[in-house]
């Protein structure tokens, strides 16, 4: 991926074929080999690094003026510092095997053309004492660098998490391997939730086709020609994200009670079913193997014209097994429940989703858990949100 953006962004290529030290490591581009003086007037070497906005495979116009520096404080050939960049001083972990020392502002009027003008210009300013007094050193050492980016399950680079910065924070998401079992309403939804993470699996699990009510309650837009194919969910749901990453192992099964398949492996399996009798075995086995869980659901009803009911969301862990809480019905679903008559309520499917994934989340480390708490319940009524088995 690395040497593709390189190679199909002018700028960079330029940077390249000029002879400048640089790699790509996901969204960061890494200038290094720069010379630059030290309060002792020594020769050092340092490393830029900055941010890529990216249009595809391509870089754009860099939005940020602003560029990291791996190095000491820069001077003048009289041993002053160079003030007139300076920005901040702290070391900072950004990802990648990153730590930066320090950040440099200098902002041309109208900004930088592309990051060959923006990488090249911070170079001059630094280097400039250094050639005044050695002319034989160059930042263009023409080295060939090695790609050290690892395969991604990504098909193009995740800008949005370098962008925010929180590099370090998305890779504990990596090594995850998911299962949602049921792709309907809130499965759907969960999927397009962890599809947009770095997580090595996901597994999805369901029996039905992709039907003309389904596409009122999941994310996107079917065409009537797709409809018309009534395709599997799983099938119809893959190749919607498929497009943007790899790694999206479908199921076209139902669960059976009698032939549960093995989560040995899985971090997490969200269970996205309504209520029946395959629960109790399934979360049974789950919580025999010590293996994490999220199942999810709602009570909708009908009261004067307006609906109104609860969204849940119940963690199982080996520290807050739940199967014997009664917060989970294992009881078949009820066809009298107007959310089994199968009304748009995508928004609801989409706030359970949304709960879901945030408790998955909060369970590797990605978002902070101060109450660790392992059922949610969202009430549409009074609009509340309420914390149940905490952690203690």
Not at 333 to 357: C, F, H, K, M, S
């Amino acid at each position: 991926m690395s040497q593709e953006l390189i190679n199909r962004s002018t700028d960079l290529k330029k940077l390249r074929d000029d002879g400048y030290e640089i790699e790509v490591r996901r969204t960061k581009l890494l200038i290094s080999s720069v010379p630059y003086l030290n309060a002792s007037l020594d020769v050092c070497y340092g490393t830029h690094v900055t941010v890529l906005e990216l249009a595809g495979d391509t870089t754009k116009k860099p939005e940020d003026h602003v560029i990291s520096f791996m190095g000491e404080q820069p001077r003048r050939k009289d041993g002053s510092e160079i003030e007139s960049i300076k920005h901040s001083v702290a070391n900072q972990d950004i990802g990648d095997g990153i730590v930066v020392n320090r950040t440099f502002s200098n902002k041309p009027p109208g900004g930088y053309d592309d990051y060959y003008h923006k990488v090249t210009r911070y170079i001059e300013i630094i280097s400039a004492p250094v050639r005044s007094l050695h002319s034989e050193i160059t930042p263009t050492t023409f080295k060939v660098i090695e790609s050290a980016e690892k395969h991604s399950v990504f098909k193009y680079l995740d800008t949005n998490s370098s962008r925010a910065r929180i590099d370090r924070v998305s890779d504990k998401l990596k090594p995850q391997k998911i299962a949602i079992i049921g792709v309907g309403g809130t499965g759907s939804y969960v999927l397009d939730f962890v599809a947009k993470t770095p997580a090595a699996e996901i597994h999805i699990f369901d029996g039905d086709e992709f039907l003309q009510h389904n596409a009122f309650r999941a994310p996107g837009a079917p065409s009537v020609e797709e409809l018309r194919e009534k395709p599997s969910k799983v099938e119809y749901l893959a190749s919607i994200y498929s497009k943007m990453r790899r790694d999206i192992i479908v199921h076209h099964q139902y669960i059976d009670p009698e032939n549960l398949p093995s989560f040995d492996g899985f971090n997490v399996v969200f269970i996205c079913i309504d209520g029946s009798s395959v629960k109790k075995p399934l979360i049974e086995g789950l919580e025999a193997a010590a293996i994490r869980y999220v199942d999810v659901g709602m009570g909708i009803e009908q009261a004067n014209d307006s609906l109104t009911g609860i969204v849940r969301v119940t963690t199982g862990s080996p520290q807050q097994p739940i199967a014997e809480r009664g917060r989970i019905s294992f009881a078949e679903a009820n066809q009298a429940d107007i959310y089994d008559t199968n009304i748009q309520i995508a928004e609801l499917n989409a706030l359970n989703a949304a709960l879901a994934v945030i408790k998955w989340k909060k369970l590797v480390g990605f978002y902070s858990d101060v109450t660790e708490e392992h059922n949610t319940l969202y009430t549409i009524n009074d609009n509340l949100l309420h914390n149940d088995d905490i952690q203690t």
